[in-house]
């Protein structure tokens, strides 16, 4: 069983940066795969903000993103990060880290297989 716990979210003011964890856990889990955040507001449909393949360590953003976030990987703790700065209220919302094999590594959530609970961020 695969489990990937998030962690990082808050409230900030606009302008103001967080950084968002997600731990993975499970034996069944392979490291050579994609590793993803997304993000859901009130109201809107869930979005792709920043994907990375940990096979060549590629990554790709959200078009709204606008190098303002910032996708990596600790492979010795498990974890993947996302470096999120110069916030804006319409980054409010809550994100979700997914992970999939490296066949199914798009922007496509049908593809994920693994999800986390997701944790809250605000901006205000």
């Known amino acids: 069983q695969v489990q990937l716990v998030e962690s990082g979210g808050g409230s900030v003011q606009a302008g103001g940066s967080l950084r968002l964890s997600c731990t993975v856990s499970?034996?069944?889990?392979?490291?050579?795969?994609?590793m993803a955040w997304f993000r859901q507001a009130p109201g809107k449909a869930r979005e792709g903000v920043a994907m990375?393949?940990?096979?060549?360590?590629?990554?790709a953003y959200g078009d709204f993103v606008k190098g303002r976030f910032t996708i990596s990987r600790d492979s010795a703790k498990n974890t993947v990060y996302l470096e999120m700065n110069s916030l804006k209220p319409e980054d409010t919302a809550m994100y979700y880290c997914?992970?999939?094999?490296?066949?199914?590594?798009?922007?496509?959530?049908?593809?994920?297989?693994?999800w986390g609970q997701g944790t809250q961020v605000t901006v205000s």
């Open positions: 499970g034996s069944a889990y392979n490291w050579d795969s994609c």
């Open positions: 997914a992970a999939t094999s490296w066949l199914a590594c798009s922007w496509d959530q049908r593809g994920y297989n693994y």
């Open positions: 990375f393949y940990t096979g060549n360590t590629q990554t």
